[in-house]
């Protein structure tokens, strides 16, 4: 599995962004985004099935953020509505290997995904 966020940059708070994962081998597997600030630990954001039947969000983006991929294209998304100045981070993607063909979502740890590749920044001002 390999994978690379992209789409990150600066916005005023209530802006958008949308995220995006790119990689291969990673179609079978539950994915999941993930967001650490400086100085604080790594934080779950939200995951996908597979086959995009389960998703689960953290509560801090619940109602904001929207997670979707596209297997056919190697691709995990995250649109990222209402931002907030708290959202502002190193956001990160990867995939959860225990979980083939999986239809729920088995954790929400960050020591359940990996391998982890190099995120994108996201930075809200207010």
């Known amino acids: 599995v390999q994978l690379q966020a992209s789409g990150g940059g600066l916005v005023q708070a209530g802006g958008s962004l949308r995220l995006s994962c790119a990689g291969s081998g990673f179609s079978i597997y539950t994915m999941g985004w993930f967001r650490q600030a400086p100085g604080k630990e790594r934080e779950f954001v939200a995951a996908i099935t597979y086959g995009s039947g389960g998703t689960r969000y953290g509560d801090p983006v619940k109602g904001r953020f929207t997670i979707s991929r596209d297997n056919a294209k190697n691709t995990v998304f995250l649109q990222m509505n209402s931002l907030e100045p708290e959202d502002t981070a190193v956001y990160y993607c990867?995939?959860?290997?225990?979980?083939?063909?999986?239809?729920?979502?088995?954790?929400?740890?960050?020591?359940?995904?990996?391998?982890w590749g190099q995120g994108t920044q996201v930075t809200v001002s207010s």
């Open positions: 990867a995939a959860d290997t225990r979980t083939r063909y999986t239809r729920f979502i088995a954790s929400a740890k960050w020591t359940d995904f990996g391998p």
